[in-house]
């Protein structure tokens, strides 16, 4: 179905071979970034934080509400890093990382993970997965995972991860949420 309210609907003449090739190739948009970023603002998600070791012995993390599942046999995920991220290389370089699912009491570590910081690890409480990578305290679930397979795609690449261990706790998730945070309210 079609909406004609305007402002309200988004459209592109982009096809699929032209979105392949990268960043704005050949797209005509009937849209603002504005709009296709609000559209997509409303679509509620959980918040990760996705740990890795980088370079000099230490931890690179971010971030990440594109976490999603993609398969149940064999376990996969997916999410999707911003081409621009100064963690680019080490994910790009990493066998293994963990994606922490944060509980609706730590909305301050998504934030210090999305901001610039001079070691955004420093007092945070977490240990080290059996691969090595860093497992937040205090989250509702984790997933250890195996790279598995990346594709380029616009300005972000996709990870896909094969889960090798994972776990989870009760209690209400972080969400975001046209741009704010809240919190799930599960049954138990
Ligand atoms: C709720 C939320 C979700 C985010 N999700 C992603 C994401 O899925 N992928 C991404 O590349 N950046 C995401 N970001 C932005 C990164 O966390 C942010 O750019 C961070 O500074 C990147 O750090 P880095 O450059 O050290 O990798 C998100 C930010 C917030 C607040």
Known sequence: MRSDR???DCSSSSSASASARGPSASRVSAFTDRQFRDALSQFATGVSVICAPGPHGRFVGLTANSFNSVSLDPPLVVWSLNRRSTSLAAFEKTEHYAINVLAHDQTDL????????????????FRLGAAGA??????????????????????????????????????????????RFGSTHPPG
């Open 134 to 179: 860093p497992l937040i305290g205090g989250c509702i679930a984790w997933f250890e995972c195996r790279h598995h397979a990346l594709h380029r795609a616009g300005d972000h690449v996709l990870f896909i991860g094969e889960v090798t261990t994972c776990g989870r706790k009760n209690g209400a998730g972080l969400v975001f949420h046209h741009g």
């Open 110 to 125: 998504a934030r210090r993970f999305s901001r610039p910081h001079a070691d955004r690890f420093e007092g945070v409480e």
């Open 6 to 8: 305007p402002g309200n």
